[in-house]
Each structure stands twice: as C-alpha cells, then as structure tokens.
C-alpha cells in the first residue's frame, strides 16, 4: 500500500483539503492519505469549516479529520510527503534524518506546475474564495499524483 502524507501548517485548511480530494480519487485498499502540519497550533481540531463547506460541495466529507503535528516518524510511515508551501517544505526537510527521507518531500503543485515551486496560498484569511481557488489547485494537483500512485503499481 502506498502512504500519502500532505502538509500545511495547522492541519486545518489546506493539507484537508488535499487529504480528502486525494482520498476521494484513489482506491483506498492501494493508497492511504493523511495529513499534519508543522506547528501544532490546531492538535486535535476539526478542518476549518471553510475547508469543510467548499469539499462538502464536492461531495467530499472531511468532518472524520482532526489536525495533528507533523513527526519525524512520518518519514518511516509515509512514502510521499507533500508541502504546501515553501516555508512547510524547509519545515519538513529541516527533520529529515537520510538523503531518502528528502527524497520522499515535495511541493505540492510541482506536480501541476513542474519546477515552478508554485504556492498553495494560506486561504484562512483570505475570505471565502480563497478556499474555492485552493480546492481548484489541489484538485488539479492530486488528480496527477492520483496518476503517478496508479503508475508505481
């Protein structure tokens, strides 16, 4: 089985709503999908009800979520690790322990946009339509590493 792991930096509104769109494209016997943030802010919370409104009106549920803090053993758990942002991105690598656990951290959008290390902006202050134009982008992104997952077998 392979491991996804996204990561923000509460665990409340960007990396859920990458769990869930992931998970609701993947077949969950082959893939699991979880998500964490860098700074435990949120331990233990709900998504952002922003976050849970704009999946819900996709037909995604993220309310069986709660935030959590990324560990150092997420590097032994999870196969692929995704930031959502730069400053996530050196959060995470500045744990990694092995060549092999910096191999396993990506930015998000990288996939949609190869090599232009592109940002998935924090929506928690931007209104509600940030998190609509947030879903757009990971939508488009987790429908290519749905892809690639298909492709590693």
Partial sequence: M??????CLGNICRSPLAEGILKSKVDASKVFVDSAGTAAYHVGELPDPRSIQVARKYHIDLT???ARKFTIEDFDEFDHI???DQSN???????AR?????AKVKMILNESHVG???E???PYYGGDRGF??????LDEACEIIKVHLEDEG
């Fill in 2 to 7: 392979k491991k996804v792991l996204m990561v």
């Fill in 64 to 66: 069986d979520q709660r």
């Fill in 82 to 84: 995704y930031a959502m």
């Fill in 89 to 95: 991105y050196y959060n995470i690598l500045s744990l």
């Fill in 98 to 102: 092995t060549e092999e656990d910096n």
């Fill in 116 to 118: 232009q290390d592109r």
């Fill in 120 to 122: 998935v902006p924090d």
């Fill in 132 to 137: 609509e134009n947030v879903y757009t982008m």
